[in-house]
């Protein structure tokens, strides 16, 4: 039986192969106060444990040694894959088209409209727990774990805005479990979150700069894969129904 076994901050998690692992990162801040980039969102990829070596962490870990043998891990996005070369981007476009775990996101902007008290990551993160309803429903999970990577600023936040939260799946109620995960650990599965939350959060600041039409790595994780592989949401106004 496969497994996969976590050291995260609160302890080690044995995790079976009926598992479903979500691994989380965030792009921009909620209170959009960066003006360059004044967008705020959630995501990343999410796979069935049996699945994990095969369809991230190994095929990620090569292409990363063979194609990226100069960058320190963990790798981040928006470090490290600017000015890519042709190689490394048909490297990265053969990973995302060929691989198929999981995608999702939601993002937000300092354009979206709210009338409600929430705070954009309380309503980001209840739109994330959809997003993974959207894709859960195809598999026969037992047990729901999800990553976050340690962060000073953020973290607690995020726990915050998902924990406490279970799902239906057709027959049954399942708790999220939450796990945080040190930068140190250099996992695959953080590095390609972190890659999936990033492109999600250029897309909409694209949008609202008037740009037309997918960015090309868009197009890549979130449009070239079967549509049941991905979930995504860009939230452009918020308020109560009556």
């Known amino acids: 039986m496969t497994q996969l076994i976590l050291e995260h901050k609160t302890g080690i998690e044995t995790l079976t192969e009926s598992t479903l692992v979500v691994a ?4 921009g801040n909620e209170n959009f106060k960066d003006l360059k980039h004044p967008v705020f ?9 049996r699945d994990y070596q095969r369809l991230i962490e190994k095929p990620w870990n ?10 320190e891990r963990p790798i981040h996005a928006a470090d490290n894959l600017r000015n890519l070369t042709n190689e490394q981007l048909k490297a990265i476009s053969h990973f995302f088209e060929n691989f198929q775990f999981f ?14 008290q929430e705070d954009f990551i309380q309503v980001v993160g209840a739109s994330l727990l959809q997003r993974i309803l959207d894709v859960a429903k195809w598999t026969d999970l037992d047990r729901l774990f999800i990553l976050v990577e340690e962060s000073e600023r953020i973290e607690m936040k995020i726990v915050q805005s998902l924990s406490g939260k279970k799902i239906k799946t057709k027959d049954k109620e399942i708790k999220i479990e939450i796990g945080l ?22 897309q909409t600041r694209n949008r609202i700069n008037g740009k037309k039409g997918f ?28």
């Open 41 to 49: 969102g959630l995501g990343g990829c999410a796979f069935m444990v």
């Open 181 to 202: 995960v040190p930068k140190s650990a250099c996992m695959a599965a953080m590095e390609v979150a972190d890659v999936i939350i990033h492109t999600a959060g250029g």
């Open 24 to 27: 989380i990162d965030d792009t």
């Open 215 to 242: 960015r090309p790595d868009f197009q890549k994780i979130f449009k070239d894969v079967d549509e049941r592989l991905t979930s995504y949401m860009e939230i452009t106004k918020i308020e109560y129904k009556n």
């Open 62 to 71: 090569y292409m990363c040694s063979r194609f990226f043998p100069e960058v």
């Open 103 to 116: 995608r999702i996101a939601t993002t937000s902007s300092v354009k979206s409209e709210k009338t409600v």
